[in-house]
């Protein structure tokens, strides 16, 4: 019976974020930049509900998010 040679020695096969240290980077750099937008969506959106249902009076006002206010 034939016996299969592995030809690839063991250095040749490595991570793909070893092959691609850049391409890594900028997965792991996009993917926290992501998480900080959606982190900070969460918490405004969690606070104007708390403002919201809080006691009467509250004197809650909306206030528009792109610069705008009092």
Known sequence: MDQVRNTMSRG?????TA???RLALF????A???LGIRYRATT???????QRSSGSPNY???VDRSG???
Do not use: Q, W
């Not at 405004?44 to 708390?50: G, I, Q, V």
């Open 19 to 21: 092959r691609h240290p």
């Open 32 to 34: 926290g930049v992501g």
């Open 60 to 62: 809650y006002v909306s």
């Open 12 to 16: 040749a096969v490595r991570p793909f």
């Open 68 to 70: 705008g206010g009092i």
């Open 27 to 30: 997965a792991l750099t996009a």
């Open 44 to 50: 405004l959106e969690r606070n104007e509900m708390a």
